[in-house]
């Protein structure tokens, strides 16, 4: 038996940066909450982004790809923060399958 669970998100644009690479995309995140919270409570190693550019940091005008979706490895993060719109765009509500 599979359940369609409905989970409230907050989508906000991020900036992260690792060593080599400087990231822009879409994060979702729960509503209300800091987005330090958000990422320190992530209990996985990835986390997903949509809408992504990814370009290097030795010369940012060179996007080496863009993608509707990246998992990024939160222990190669240097830096991670709110992209230049600082706000949630929207609430959104992410279907979740669970199996029972």
């Not at 990422?39 to 060179?62: A, C």
């Amino acid at each position: 038996m599979k359940w369609m669970v409905k989970v409230e998100k907050s989508e906000v644009h991020v900036l992260i940066y690792t060593a080599t690479h400087k990231i822009e995309g879409t994060y979702f995140m729960h509503p209300g909450s800091r987005l330090i919270d958000d990422l320190n409570g992530h209990l996985k190693r990835f986390i997903p982004l949509r809408e992504v550019s990814v370009t290097n940091l030795r010369d940012e005008t060179q996007v080496l790809f863009k993608s509707d979706f990246v998992a990024v490895n939160v222990e190669e993060i240097t830096l991670f923060s709110p992209g230049p719109d600082r706000q949630p765009r929207r609430e959104k509500r992410v279907a979740l399958g669970i199996s029972k």
